[in-house]
């Protein structure tokens, strides 16, 4: 029986790339498991490999035929922007371990719907001050760059992953992505096998 790793951090830590590299270099033999978003598509993302992406009515039909299994809501500068895990078959813990980036939140939430044992949290951090860099280097490339969002983004961040609420949700062991990605890479992979993943 598998598991599911959950990848967390602040946004700009990192994620997608540990994320992206642990997929690429098929580590463990991780399975990706594809999130729903009504965010608008961004420069160079693809429907149904960063996320799917639906409109409000979609995430309504949803959540009522009940087949969300968790979910975040951002109230942005361009209204909410919804973020969720759809039990659409994707997940299936006797093909293997399947590979999430998600919330706090979100690890709760898959802990109550899989149990405890079945989810593997990754917590990411980096310093405020790179994090800062790599948002507005991120947000500089886009064709129509949203500084405001990312701002709000930013402090959003301090408090859904202030260490109060770190320590509530049981997280003890941190990486940090400030070295090399063969770095956090090994440091992670070392992780998740004496996890049983």
Same mark, same amino acid.
């Given at each position: 029986?598998?598991?599911?790793?959950?990848?967390?951090?602040?946004?700009?830590?990192?994620?997608?790339?540990?994320?992206?590299?642990?997929?690429?270099?098929?580590?463990?033999?991780?399975?990706?498991?594809?999130?729903?978003?009504?965010?608008?598509?961004?420069?160079?993302?693809?429907?149904?490999?960063?996320?799917?992406?639906?409109?409000?009515?979609?995430?309504?039909?949803?959540?009522?035929?009940?087949?969300?299994?968790?979910?975040?809501?951002?109230?942005?500068?361009?209204?909410?922007?919804?973020?969720?895990?759809?039990? &659409?078959?994707?997940? &299936?813990?006797?093909?293997?371990?399947?590979?999430?980036?998600?919330?706090?939140?979100?690890?709760?939430?898959?802990?109550?719907?899989?149990?405890? &044992?079945?989810?593997?949290?990754?917590?990411?951090?980096?310093?405020?001050?790179?994090?800062?860099?790599?948002?507005?280097?991120?947000?500089?490339?886009?064709?129509?760059?949203?500084?405001?969002?990312?701002?709000?983004?930013?402090?959003? &961040?301090?408090?859904?992953?202030?260490?109060?609420?770190?320590?509530?949700?049981?997280?003890?062991?941190?990486?940090?992505?400030?070295?090399?990605?063969?770095?956090?890479?090994?440091?992670?992979?070392?992780?998740?096998?004496?996890?049983?993943?």
């Amino acid at each position: 029986m598998g598991k599911i790793v959950l990848l967390m951090g602040k946004s700009t830590t990192g994620k997608d790339t540990v994320y992206k590299n642990l997929l690429e270099k098929h580590i463990l033999d991780l399975k990706k498991v594809v999130l729903y978003t009504t965010r608008p598509m961004r420069d160079k993302e693809e429907n149904g490999v960063q996320y799917y992406f639906c409109d409000e009515e979609g995430y309504q039909k949803f959540l009522n035929d009940r087949k969300i299994i968790e979910g975040r809501t951002y109230d942005t500068c361009y209204g909410p922007w919804r973020y969720f895990t759809v039990d &659409d078959g994707q997940i &299936d813990l006797s093909l293997g371990s399947f590979l999430m980036i998600g919330t706090l939140e979100a690890y709760e939430s898959m802990k109550e719907y899989f149990g405890a &044992d079945k989810v593997v949290p990754v917590y990411i951090e980096i310093s405020d001050r790179i994090r800062m860099e790599r948002a507005m280097h991120r947000e500089n490339k886009q064709e129509h760059p949203k500084y405001d969002e990312m701002c709000r983004r930013y402090l959003a &961040d301090e408090e859904d992953f202030s260490e109060e609420k770190i320590k509530e949700a049981g997280i003890t062991r941190r990486f940090n992505n400030e070295g090399s990605i063969d770095q956090i890479l090994g440091e992670i992979t070392s992780y998740l096998k004496d996890m049983g993943v």
